[in-house]
């Protein structure tokens, strides 16, 4: 079935670091690829997605490429705040046809922790 | 326009009883997903629905769950006979019927 990997955590950085969290996907069907935020006590918030292969989503100073040929879908911030501090999780649909609607397949989530 | 919106925020049920668990959609949106986020876990999905249809029910469980998504009014996860393995807090989204989806707060349920 489908899966998506995302690298453990809690990632704790100083403020103003570059942050990187990978993630990886399965590689079936055609999926669109997503980053959710989620604050302490919320719900999820939509950060950004990519429907196919090379498109770049970005929001809020976030950028994640969609590689089809790595699987992946990597989460970058070239200046972190405080208030990034979050869970993050990556996932993917069923991708059985683009853009259209289906469950999500989330990764774990990974703990961003940004001091001063 | 309203987000998604969920209630209780927070169900407090002692083990043997019910518990139901309310999603209003976004205006407009007729596409309702249920998922389960057990304590520093991932999201897990369980049922999605369309207006008085189920469509994908793969991540339910087979006893105790049922999820409805009625012609008028909101969406209800149904738990008969909570366990203490059900305390969890479960998430409604929606959409307009594309990959995008929209998530409310939540409820947090404690099975005492």
């Known amino acids: 079935g489908n899966s998506v990997t995302q690298m453990e955590g809690p990632v704790t950085l100083s403020e103003e670091a570059f942050l990187t969290i990978n993630c990886t996907y399965t590689a079936t069907g055609y999926p669109s690829l997503f980053w959710y935020v989620q604050y302490p006590g919320e719900g999820l918030q939509l950060l950004l997605k990519a429907t196919k292969a090379d498109d770049k989503g970005s929001n809020k100073g976030f950028e994640a490429t969609y590689r089809k040929e790595t699987t992946s879908f990597h989460l970058e911030k070239g200046s972190v705040q405080v208030s990034d501090s979050a869970v993050y999780f990556c996932?993917?649909?069923?991708?059985?046809?683009?853009?259209?609607?289906?469950?999500?397949?989330f990764g774990t989530g990974t703990r961003l922790q940004v001091t001063l | 326009n309203a987000g998604v919106m969920q209630n209780p925020r927070h169900l407090v049920r002692r083990r043997g009883q019910e518990a139901r668990l309310r999603c209003s959609p976004m205006k407009g949106h007729s596409h309702v997903y249920w998922y389960r986020q057990l304590p520093e876990e991932g999201l897990k999905f369980m049922v999605y629905l369309q207006k008085e249809n189920i469509i994908d029910e793969s991540g339910m469980p087979k006893e105790r769950f049922s999820a409805e998504f009625p012609k008028e009014g909101p969406s209800i996860l149904r738990i008969q006979q909570v366990v203490r393995g059900d305390s969890a807090a479960y998430f409604c989204?929606?959409?307009?019927?594309?990959?995008?989806?929209?998530f409310g707060p939540g409820t947090r349920l404690t099975v005492l």
């Open positions: 989204a929606s959409s307009l019927g594309v990959d995008e989806q929209f």
């Open positions: 996932a993917r649909n069923s991708g059985n046809r683009p853009g259209t609607a289906s469950k999500l397949t």
